[in-house]
Every structure is written in structure tokens, then in C-alpha cells.
């Protein structure tokens, strides 16, 4: 499996494009806000004839959702997130302003619903769907046990896990559920997290000041 990591907007934030042989790809989070975002998005799908299969979203911060509506009006493809995070789409004018920001297009629904356990499946690879609330309501892992990966979202980071402090947010929740859903995997597992540099569940179980 290939793993295109993009780093993308103003606060930044990583953005994954999965894809294999087949040429099927699953994109996670795409936060592309600049043009020069969008146009990077563009070239490597487009030069790698690559069939967009989903657009997954760990969660619903404007930051992880910034390019959802270019990816529906240029390949007609409509982001898919747990449910309970659904509300954030509707405040997603409110978010931007927070942080002045003015969002680059009207949000669009999502295409569909990521339920703890799903199994999201392109090409000859598959991703496990891990409900990890805490950071929002409807925070999701997406898993893949074949490649010892996982993408994080804003759960766990580099020796740190997301804040908490938003709407919906739950610290408590958070570690929980990073102690016995995430910790739990086997420690060679890669870790894609949703800002910021890639690490391994083994490290954070040694040294995540965070998780002890």
C-alpha cells in the first residue's frame, strides 16, 4: 500500500491518501484550504489515474474538512464520518470564525456514516474502523492490520493525544479509550496522526506523558 501524507491550511494538517495496485484510493481528512492545496490534491490523483473509492473523515473540525466540498465538485465525491460529529458540519461558518478564518466553499452533506467496526474496503486492502471519542464525539481510527497502520486523526499524536476542550470533548473519554483500543495493537503499529509527525504505538506506551 502507498501512503501519500499532504500537509495542508493554516493550522496545519495532515492529510492521507491510501491507495494500492489496483489503483483504488481511500483519501482521510482532506484539509485542503489554499489553492496551492487543492492543486497538489489534484496533480497526484490525476497523475496517478488513481479511482477515489471514499472520502473518509477522523473527525469534524473545520481543519480535517476544508477540501470535503472541492473533492465533491471535482470528482463527485461526498465525505463520510460518524455521526456524532454530523453537528459540526452546521456550525462550520462558526469554527471558521473562531479562528478568522472564512471558509473557502459551502459545506456539503456527508455521503455516508462510519460506525465503530465498520470495515472500509478499496483495492485489495482494508481499514478497520475504531470509535475513539474524546477529542469530538465521533472521533474515528481508521485501522489497517496488514500494513501495522493506523490513522490517528487528532486522537493521538507524537507524545501527545488531542485536545478536549471543544464541543462534545471528554479527556477522560479520550485516554479510555486510546488505553484500551489503541494501546492494545501491536507495537510495531505506524501511527498517521492528524497533525504533526508519525509515530508508533510502541513508543507511546513507553513514553506518552499523556497515557500513564
Given at each position: 500500500?502507498?501512503?501519500?501524507?499532504?500537509?495542508?491550511?493554516?493550522?496545519?494538517?495532515?492529510?492521507?491518501?491510501?491507495?494500492?495496485?489496483?489503483?483504488?484510493?481511500?483519501?482521510?481528512?482532506?484539509?485542503?484550504?489554499?489553492?496551492?492545496?487543492?492543486?497538489?490534491l489534484k496533480d497526484y490523483i490525476d497523475t496517478n489515474n488513481l479511482n477515489l473509492m471514499h472520502l473518509l473523515n477522523t473527525h469534524l473540525h473545520?481543519?480535517?474538512?476544508?477540501?470535503?466540498?472541492?473533492?465533491?465538485?471535482?470528482?463527485?465525491?461526498?465525505?463520510?464520518?460518524?455521526?456524532?460529529?454530523?453537528?459540526?458540519?452546521?456550525?462550520?461558518?462558526?469554527?471558521?470564525?473562531?479562528?478568522?478564518?472564512?471558509?473557502?466553499?459551502?459545506?456539503?452533506?456527508?455521503?455516508?456514516?462510519?460506525?465503530?467496526?465498520?470495515?472500509?474496503?478499496?483495492?485489495?486492502?482494508?481499514?478497520?474502523?475504531?470509535?475513539?471519542?474524546?477529542?469530538?464525539?465521533?472521533?474515528?481510527?481508521?485501522?489497517?492490520?496488514?500494513?501495522?497502520?493506523l490513522f490517528s486523526g487528532d486522537s493521538l499524536f507524537h507524545g501527545s493525544v488531542g485536545r478536549a476542550d471543544f464541543a462534545g470533548g471528554d479527556?477522560?473519554?479520550?485516554?479510555?479509550?486510546?488505553?484500551?483500543?489503541?494501546?492494545?495493537?501491536?507495537?510495531?503499529?505506524?501511527?498517521?496522526?492528524?497533525?504533526?509527525?508519525?509515530?508508533?504505538?510502541?513508543?507511546?506506551?513507553?513514553?506518552?506523558?499523556?497515557?500513564?
Amino acid at each position: 500500500m502507498t501512503i501519500k501524507k499532504f500537509e495542508f491550511n493554516m493550522f496545519p494538517e495532515n492529510c492521507y491518501i491510501l491507495s494500492d495496485e489496483t489503483n483504488e484510493a481511500v483519501i482521510i481528512d482532506a484539509g485542503c484550504f489554499y489553492e496551492e492545496d487543492r492543486q497538489a490534491l489534484k496533480d497526484y490523483i490525476d497523475t496517478n489515474n488513481l479511482n477515489l473509492m471514499h472520502l473518509l473523515n477522523t473527525h469534524l473540525h473545520i481543519d480535517h474538512i476544508f477540501g470535503n466540498p472541492f473533492l465533491y465538485h471535482t470528482y463527485g465525491l461526498k465525505a463520510e464520518a460518524n455521526q456524532k460529529d454530523e453537528f459540526w458540519l452546521e456550525y462550520a461558518d462558526a469554527q471558521a470564525k473562531v479562528f478568522d478564518v472564512e471558509l473557502p466553499d459551502k459545506m456539503v452533506p456527508l455521503g455516508g456514516y462510519v460506525n465503530d467496526g465498520d470495515i472500509i474496503k478499496f483495492g485489495n486492502h482494508q481499514l478497520d474502523a475504531i470509535h475513539i471519542p474524546g477529542h469530538s464525539p465521533g472521533g474515528m481510527v481508521y485501522y489497517c492490520k496488514e500494513e501495522s497502520c493506523l490513522f490517528s486523526g487528532d486522537s493521538l499524536f507524537h507524545g501527545s493525544v488531542g485536545r478536549a476542550d471543544f464541543a462534545g470533548g471528554d479527556f477522560d473519554s479520550l485516554r479510555k479509550h486510546i488505553c484500551s483500543r489503541l494501546l492494545v495493537l501491536p507495537e510495531n503499529t505506524v501511527v498517521y496522526p492528524g497533525h504533526g509527525d508519525i509515530t508508533t504505538i510502541g513508543y507511546e506506551k513507553k513514553n506518552n506523558p499523556f497515557l500513564r
